[in-house]
């Protein structure tokens, strides 16, 4: 049952990484994607567990492990990409080229 449950949480993910096009061309895609991905992963996760044992869990508990799973994967979308002031330019602010 795990192994299934792993399987269709990686087919999901795959599918919105297919469908948004992820890269460093296309930021808002990225972050959507470094977002959406805990989203997908933590909702089948819970639903799982509520349909195997029954919500022996808050909502507040759920939906807020949700929702902080998705900022922080977010938040780490941010940091991973560099903003496109810094990709093409290679000297350091404030100096001066050779």
Known sequence: ?????R????????WL???????SE????????AFGVPVLLW????????????????????????LWTALLGGALGLLMLPSRATVGSSASPGTSGP
Do not use: H, N, Q
């Open 17 to 23: 990484i297919r469908l948004l096009r992820p890269s």
């Open 7 to 14: 399987t269709r949480r990686r087919r999901l993910s795959d």
């Open 26 to 33: 296309r930021p808002a895609a990225f972050w959507a994607t």
């Open 43 to 66: 909702s089948c996760w819970f639903g799982a567990v509520a349909i195997a044992e029954g919500v022996g869990r808050s909502a507040e508990l759920w939906t807020g492990t949700i």
């Open 1 to 5: 049952m795990a192994a299934g449950g």
